[in-house]
């Protein structure tokens, strides 16, 4: 078990994660030589080592740092909204995420194509939280229960991939609408409807 960091070292970590977390905003984490992140911070070579030894560490520990936020947001959401309301305003604020943070998107997705196995654990993080968030609106009776979260996961690594695209928003916020009307129960009203919509004269 590690130590826990003194003030002034967890200061220093801090700061280089915020510093880090700029440069991966802005889409130039690979462009910078890996020392140069020290001086962004304020702090020396020696520092930056000490904590983050490679430019892959450094990147894997902002990438758990934005996991754990996600994470706590959707736990924050299952215990103040109801379960249909939480997962809805979870996968809504997730493409406004991605979009706010579109360098960081790319960094991560170039990190993941080089096989990262930290990153591969902080996106199996991301996932039981959203698998939580639909196990909730399955036990609420609102989300259907043959559908599980690995298909809403995929549908957000698509939205992120497709980040290029020109009308981003608009389609990304278009998809999950799709995935929360797939993803809603229907009622036992509209199921015999649509029956005996379909059924032959």
Not at 35 to 50: H, I, K, M
Not at 74 to 81: D, G, K, M, P
Not at 145 to 168: C, E, N, Q, S, T
């Amino acid at each position: 078990m590690s130590k826990p960091l003194r003030a002034d070292a967890r200061r220093n970590r801090e700061l280089l994660l915020a510093k880090a977390r700029e440069v991966f905003d802005a889409g130039s984490f690979f462009d910078l030589r890996f020392d140069d992140f020290a001086s962004l911070a304020g702090v020396g070579t020696g520092t930056l080592y000490r904590h983050f030894p490679t430019r892959e560490a450094l990147a894997e520990a902002v990438y758990h740092q934005e996991v754990a936020t996600l994470c706590d947001r959707a736990r924050h959401l299952q215990a103040t909204l109801p379960a249909e309301e939480a997962l809805s305003t979870f996968l809504r604020g997730m493409v406004s995420h991605i979009q706010a943070h579109e360098g960081l998107a790319r960094t991560l997705a170039t990190l993941m194509a080089a096989g990262s196995g930290a990153l591969a654990e902080g996106s199996q993080a991301l996932e039981q939280a959203v698998t939580d968030l639909v196990a909730a609106a399955v036990q609420s009776g609102a989300v259907r229960d043959d559908v599980d979260a690995g298909a809403v996961m995929m549908a957000l690594h698509g939205i992120g991939a497709a980040h290029d695209r020109p009308d981003w928003r608009a389609e990304a916020d278009g998809l999950i609408t799709l995935v929360l009307d797939g993803l809603r129960r229907p009622h036992s009203d509209d199921s015999r409807r649509e029956h005996e919509r379909r059924a032959p004269g």
